[in-house]
């Protein structure tokens, strides 16, 4: 802790107190600019400061604390009847006020108090924030809405999912009460079921973590309702303590008419042959792919509580180990997901510019030039042509280290169509060649190539890799005959 005074002998006798009652390593400065100084050279749990000081008062240091060093927790001493400085703390951000006078033991256990309530609640306001970052990359490539909230029901965040299901900004979302958010009889069902599962004496059992699952209409901005089935968890920090609400959730109604009967019409006019079995198993993977989800997500949330307290290396490599398998889990369960839409819609003219554009646009927002010469070519493809080109471009920016260009030609050779992918990222090298498309090969899971294969397969179209070693990639995309052609006009 620092503790902040221009009066010498507070400061020692409260330093003297803290240090022996409330468990606290206290530094002691007697100026607001020595403040800052040792706030700049070392780390502290809080910050308490007098507010008449001579040369930067208590505000004037809060404000700088705050300018300087975000939501660190800050307590300010005030004397008696200034009420006016006690309302522009907590104004310009303090965490508490307290008022000096009367018995000097009681007001420094409760200074104590207000310290470990201020740091404990930072701590755990951290902790929520580090879950959702370590999760937000997965989450926001996971087609199942994710979401979390504080203990108030204050959305925290929203996957990208959730933000096209209702419509909105995650700035917006977040800025909406939670009868915003559904219709008034699932506001009223959703409310009961929290209400008997977040009661005081469950909430206060560090061992519970209640979970439930409801079904729920949202509201979309355009007025339209969808019906999901969510999944809500309590979320707690390494001490028990609650954090807020997980919660997952998929469409049911949408899902359902897809999976109801055919996926679209054929060439002729018929519907592509889809037996009971393949809809049944159909949708079991759906399920089993969900309810895996939410498991790999209690998984990785409870290794990342341990790990804060793991007081040893081996058992924190071994916690690495565990959330590492969960990944590679999720990404198998992803991959199955998609691998599942291959060959399941029939093969379509698709425009190899519009392809290649929305794909290069990752590679535009980490600020790598791009370039496409692709004309008014199209491909006769499976409509997961896309993944095609985000495969590779998300290649180029995990594995070339160095890539500063992705570009995208066609052109004819005799009768085929040649489109070519190259970047000026370290290449591929010779003894990876060979194996470059083997379903389980590469350096993550192996996936990504193998799919690019086989939805390219889907209409006889091939591909392979010529790159030099050090220079960059070159992945040749051959159409041949009839799979490719120049859209007129």
Not at 24 to 29: G, I, K
Not at 358 to 380: I, M, N, P
Not at 413 to 435: F, H, Q
Request: net charge negative; proline share 3%.
């Amino acid at each position: 802790m620092l503790l902040i005074d221009d009066e010498p002998d507070v400061l020692d006798v409260a330093r003297q107190f803290l240090e022996g009652t409330g468990g606290f390593e206290v530094h002691a400065c007697r100026s607001g600019r020595e403040a800052l100084a040792a706030l700049d050279a070392g780390s502290y749990e809080a910050v308490v400061a007098d507010y008449a000081m001579p040369d930067m008062d208590g505000l004037d240091l809060l404000r700088e604390v705050r300018a300087s060093f975000g939501r660190m927790p800050f307590i300010l001493l005030t004397g008696k009847g200034r009420e006016d400085v006690a309302i522009d703390a907590l104004n310009n951000g303090a965490d508490f006020y307290l008022r000096k006078g009367g018995d000097p033991s009681l007001m420094f256990a409760d200074l104590a108090r207000k310290v470990q309530q201020a740091a404990g609640r930072r701590n755990a306001e951290e902790a929520l924030r580090g879950i959702e970052e370590r999760y937000r990359l997965i989450t926001d490539n996971t087609a199942d809405g994710i979401w979390m909230t504080d203990m108030d029901l204050n959305v925290t965040y929203a996957s990208r999912s959730i933000l096209a299901m209702r419509g909105c900004s995650e700035a917006e979302l977040k800025s909406m009460k939670l009868s915003d958010h559904l219709t008034p009889r699932s506001h009223e069902k959703a409310m009961k079921a929290l209400g008997d599962e977040l009661a005081p004496e469950r909430l206060s059992d560090p061992s519970l973590r209640p979970s439930k699952v409801i079904e729920l209409e949202f509201k979309h901005r355009d007025g339209t309702v969808h019906l999901s089935e969510e999944r809500i968890t309590l979320i707690r920090d390494a001490e028990g303590s609650p954090l807020g609400l997980l919660g997952v959730g998929r469409i049911i109604s949408g899902r359902a008419a897809r999976r109801n009967g055919f996926d679209g019409e054929g060439q002729d006019g018929t519907a592509p042959a889809r037996t009971e079995a393949d809809r049944r198993m159909g949708i079991l993977s759906d399920i089993t792919r969900h309810d895996i989800l939410n498991q790999l997500t209690v998984i990785g949330l409870t290794a990342n509580i341990l790990k804060q307290r793991a007081g040893d290396d081996r058992t924190l490599r071994q916690l690495e180990i565990l959330e590492g398998a969960a990944e590679n889990i999720h990404q198998q369960i992803k991959f199955c997901r998609e691998y599942e839409k291959v060959g399941s819609s029939a093969p379509c003219w698709q425009s190899l510019a519009e392809v290649a554009r929305h794909a290069l646009g990752a590679a535009e927002e980490r600020d790598v030039g791009t370039a496409a010469s692709l004309g008014r070519w199209e491909l006769f493809a499976d409509p997961m042509l896309g993944k095609v080109f985000d495969n590779l471009v998300d290649n180029s920016l995990r594995h070339g280290e160095k890539v500063g260009r992705i570009a995208i030609d066609a052109v004819l050779e005799g009768g085929d169509l040649m489109v070519d992918y190259t970047d000026d990222g370290v290449g591929i090298a010779e003894r990876e060649k060979g194996s470059l498309f083997t379903k389980g090969y590469g350096k993550n899971n192996g996936l990504g190539l193998f799919m690019v294969k086989e939805i390219l397969g889907i209409t006889g179209i091939g591909i392979s890799e010529d790159g030099v070693p050090g220079q960059g990639v070159r992945f040749r995309i051959r159409a041949p005959l009839g799979k490719h052609r120049e859209r007129s006009g």
